[in-house]
């Protein structure tokens, strides 16, 4: 990757709670990420609540979020807290984790 799109990519962390485990909301966004360029992780809190963590340009970011959303899993989430931040690097793919 070279430096002009590294400066271009941020990380963004995604707190969702509401009825999230149990209804396949894990696999469907590994899904939906397969639509975009983003890479991250998705994974079930021992609290309930789901976390993912998806780094690329925060356009491309923000329609992932809004299309994990449209993906029916909308009416499961009652609360998404999201934090963004500068890109780490080292994720590869988008994975399903713990």
């Known amino acids: 990757m070279d430096g002009m799109s590294a400066t271009n ?3 963004m962390k995604v707190l969702y709670s ?3 485990q149990g209804v396949g909301f894990r696999y469907t966004t590994q899904c939906v990420a397969r639509g975009f360029e983003v890479t991250g992780t998705v994974r079930n809190l021992p609290d309930g609540r789901v976390e993912l ?10 329609r992932f979020r809004q ?5 029916g899993l909308d009416r499961f989430i009652q609360h998404e807290d999201v934090t963004w931040s500068e890109a780490v690097g080292g994720l590869q793919g988008f994975r399903i984790v713990g």
């Open 9 to 11: 990519r941020c990380r």
């Open 18 to 20: 509401g009825r999230v």
């Open 53 to 62: 963590i998806a780094e690329g340009t925060r356009e491309e970011l923000e």
């Open 67 to 71: 299309a994990i959303r449209r993906s």
